[in-house]
T-cell receptor, first 118, second 109 residues
Framework: GAVVSQHPSRVICKSGTSVKIECRSLDFQATTMFWYRQFPKKSLMLMATSNEGSKATYEQGVEKDKFLINHASLTLSTLTVTSAHPEDSSFYIC??????????????FGAGSRLTVL | GQNIDQPTEMTATEGAIVQINCTYQTSGFNGLFWYQQHAGEAPTFLSYNVLDGLEEKGRFSSFLSRSKGYSYLLLKELQMKDSASYLCAVRDSNYQLIWGAGTKLIIKP
């Protein structure tokens, strides 16, 4: 089946540095990818929708300059957390639509990236 | 506002049956999803309901009643590996996914 690869799975960085997370669709093309953030025991929070060849669409309350999204090709989207602070520590997950029966538009998720900012 | 409600945590015994409920209030409805998420991992797709009724897939079944804004996920013959969080998500009229906070299922021997 379709696979979404996400890297790195874990990253620890110092406050003030930037971190890049990559999300790749393997064996299929994804014109749209979704970036989520998840806090412990909380629901998935959609941060932005990444569109190949155009600007990402950010959800209300998500800082565009803080969370830079680039969808450079049909198989790669990147999320860069700029000038990271401890409050940015979280589990970040990307996903892409991989079809499904009856127009389900099932989301397939990457394995997630655990970011810890010291 | 839009809201998805599901129990925070449930406990069941290996080999038994458990039903995880989900109620929703959303602006429109274009399908309901159940995902399984093991600790520290990403969610994986379990089921999709868009019409009323029961969808069965092996040990897992999902039910939907659109008039009641209600769904449940039924897990039979529970195994230890079923210990995970189960996320309910509804796609609204704008085709946006609204996620529940998840139900943590603990399986005891």
């Amino acid at each position: 089946g379709a696979v979404v690869s996400q890297h790195p799975s874990r990253v620890i960085c110092k406050s003030g540095t930037s971190v890049k997370i990559e999300c790749r669709s393997l064996d299929f093309q994804a014109t749209t990818m979704f970036w989520y953030r998840q806090f412990p025991k909380k629901s998935l929070m959609l941060m932005a929708t990444s569109n190949e060849g155009s600007k990402a669409t950010y959800e209300q309350g998500v800082e565009k300059d803080k969370f830079l999204i680039n969808h450079a090709s049909l198989t790669l989207s990147t999320l860069t957390v700029t000038s990271a602070h401890p409050e940015d520590s979280s589990f970040y997950i990307c996903s892409a639509i991989t079809g499904g029966a009856s127009g389900a538009n099932v989301l397939t998720f990457g394995a997630g990236s655990r970011l810890t900012v010291l | 506002g839009q809201n998805i409600d599901q129990p925070t945590e449930m406990t069941a015994t290996e080999g038994a049956i458990v039903q995880i409920n989900c109620t929703y209030q959303t602006s429109g409805f274009n399908g309901l999803f159940w995902y399984q998420q093991h600790a520290g991992e990403a969610p994986t797709f379990l089921s999709y309901n868009v019409l009323d009724g029961l969808e069965e897939k092996g040990r897992f079944s999902s039910f939907l009643s659109r008039s009641k804004g209600y769904s449940y996920l039924l897990l039979k013959e529970l195994q230890m590996k079923d210990s995970a969080s189960y996320l309910c998500a509804v796609r609204d009229s704008n085709y946006q996914l609204i996620w529940g906070a998840g139900t943590k299922l603990i399986i005891k021997p």
